[in-house]
């Protein structure tokens, strides 16, 4: 998982002067320390990859899904791509598929040799025929 965080975070952080990123939190640990390091990772490699240093004040937060109407919708959105990815099952995604601008497959280094598979929604629509099969 940490290395799925910081590379969502790596190129979004600069973006903003103060990002409040909230989690849901599973169990009773909040997991905040690694979260932090994995953003940590993600906006030092984006120093490194652009020689520019990310100035923003990060804020961490944890909570329940149940508690959250916002969390509930990012995990049923983030599930319907795991349903796509893991089951090859698409009509979850297809539920939602107006609502994805865009699918970045981090681990298809097979077919995407510098790096993941951009899916959007215009010029390349994802779909689970395109996707290496998952190791």
């Known amino acids: 998982m940490r290395i799925l ?6 190129n979004v952080l600069h973006r903003a002067e103060r990002n409040i ?3 849901s939190r599973r169990g009773k640990k909040t997991r905040q320390h690694a979260l932090r390091t994995a953003i940590e990772q993600g906006a030092d490699r984006f120093r490194r990859r652009y020689g520019s240093e990310v100035q923003t004040e990060i804020q961490i937060v944890t909570g329940q899904p149940s508690d959250d109407p916002l969390l ?21 995604f297809e539920a939602l598929r107006n ?15 510098g790096g993941a598979n951009f899916y959007n929604r215009n010029r390349n629509p994802f779909d689970i025929n395109k996707i290496s099969p998952l190791g």
């Open 72 to 92: 509930q919708v990012v995990d049923y959105a983030n599930w319907a791509v795991y349903r796509a990815f893991e089951r090859d099952e698409m009509r979850y």
């Open 99 to 113: 609502k994805f601008s865009l699918v970045q497959d981090v681990f298809d280094r097979e077919k995407y040799k």
């Open 5 to 10: 965080v910081s590379r969502l975070f790596e």
């Open 21 to 23: 990123i909230t989690f």
